[in-house]
């Protein structure tokens, strides 16, 4: 998971956290969780390469600041990765008392 972080850490101003932020961290704020690692098989057999599951929160004060922070997650992990497969759409919602939004995005690449 050291290459997804290195590939997104500079983004939000540096507010990137494994798995669930800290409190009083400042928005916008981007959590990322992995989900699943496995090696892939082939015809030949087992081999070196790996499939990865990673899910990215975004959190802002605006909808729109979601929607380009997720924007700028995939544009990283293309530049540094390069091997994203598979991008979903998860979750969009508003936490009423943090007055905050949330977008999820699952992340699939290979290494």
Known sequence: MQ????????LAAGQVYAIVAPAGAQY???????????NVASL?????????????DA?????VACEQLQEQVLAA???????????R???TDFDDEAGTYRIS???????
């Open 3 to 10: 290459d997804f972080y290195d590939a997104i850490k500079h």
């Open 28 to 38: 916008p704020t981007l959590v990322y969780t992995p989900i699943d690692q496995s």
């Open 44 to 56: 030949d057999g087992p081999n070196q390469l790996r499939r990865s599951r990673v899910q990215v």
């Open 59 to 63: 959190y802002a004060l605006t909808l």
């Open 77 to 87: 992990l293309l530049v540094s990765i390069k091997t994203v497969a598979d991008v």
């Open 89 to 91: 759409m998860g979750l």
């Open 105 to 111: 995005v699952d992340f699939t690449y290979y290494r």
